[in-house]
């Protein structure tokens, strides 16, 4: 089997003492991190998915900033996010929501064991050592920026955090907005993903970093709301007809999404809208396993993962 790996990320400057470290084309595992540099501060959004892309994030991280980061932010529990901690801790603090802490414990490495081909090297299951429930600001300095962590889940999965810039007008979404990338909820809500991406909105931010995808402005939150809207019309059609969510996928297609990478996660969305239709709360548990492999079967194979 020929794995084709992606480039590494870049780290893109944004505004003042804000970069964007980017992993295009965004697909499965091929996340985007941002750092946040203060006068005497510094923080990582996120970090990478296998222990050579973690590498290569903490040289371009060390470039701008000597000796890494103070802080390093989770913005959920997937691996792709978080694997990477280990290269950062101890020096850096770990923080995340207490519970995107108890769901990294529970999913611990599981993650790799979907694509066994990939090159993860060393990524040592590093948990959040400092979490909370609501909000937690960091101040870089007196006369540095502040970095507020918003808890907006469940949206992609059951707790979701933004890191929100307001000085700079730059928000990192973590996987609630995605850009040129198939969106995700099932492990999250289609509505509270809705209802996140609104109060992301009031925000009003002029930079928008997304978890996956080209960087952008509030566009990509209004491109992300419409296709949530369409899996929900997709659900309610689907459930008129008596169709299952994959008989859903298959009438439906991507439609006008056929532009986006990684269409598959249309039956998973799916699952996750219908579950909700039948009054599932948002982010409660669900059969990820199991959409996971209707998934593949609507991908024609196990879809590519070329970090």
Do not use: K
Not at 145 to 162: F, K, M, N, Q, W
Not at 244 to 251: D, G, Q
Request: charged share 20%; aromatic share 6%.
């Amino acid at each position: 089997m020929t794995v084709v790996v992606a480039p590494p990320g870049e780290l893109t400057p944004l505004a003042d003492g804000v970069y964007a470290y980017l992993q295009p084309p965004g697909g499965w595992c091929l996340n985007n991190a941002g750092l946040v540099v203060g006068p005497d501060t510094c923080v990582l959004v996120d970090t990478a998915a296998t222990e050579a892309r973690t590498r290569h994030l903490r040289d371009q991280v060390d470039a701008v900033v000597a000796g890494g980061p103070d802080f390093v932010v989770n913005t959920h529990f997937h691996g792709d996010h978080v694997f990477g901690n280990g290269h950062f801790a101890p020096r850096a603090t770990v923080v995340a929501h207490e519970g995107t802490r108890a769901d990294m414990a529970e999913a611990g490495l599981g993650l790799r064991g979907l694509w066994p081909q990939v090159a993860w090297g060393e990524t040592p299951l590093v948990l959040p050592t400092l979490t909370f429930r609501n909000a937690l600001t960091l101040h870089l300095g007196a006369a540095g920026p502040r970095v507020e962590l918003l808890h907006i889940g469940p949206a992609h999965t059951a707790t979701d955090v933004a890191v929100w810039v307001p000085e700079r007008s730059v928000l990192f979404t973590g996987d609630v907005v995605w850009s040129g990338v198939t969106p995700y909820v099932l492990m999250g809500s289609v509505e509270g993903s809705l209802r996140a991406v609104a109060r992301m909105r009031a925000l009003r931010p002029r930079v928008v970093v997304p978890g996956h995808g080209a960087v952008g402005g509030p566009e990509l939150l209004d491109r992300t709301e419409e296709y949530l809207r369409w899996c929900r019309e997709v659900a309610q059609d689907g459930l008129s007809a008596g169709l299952s969510p994959l008989e859903a996928a298959r009438r439906a297609r991507p439609g006008r999404y056929a532009d986006l990478t990684d269409p598959e996660r249309l039956v998973g969305n799916l699952h996750r809208a219908y579950a909700e239709l039948e009054g599932l709360p948002p982010g409660a548990r669900i059969d990820v396993a199991g959409s996971f492999r209707e998934m593949c079967e609507f991908h024609g194979g196990l879809p590519e993962c070329r970090a």
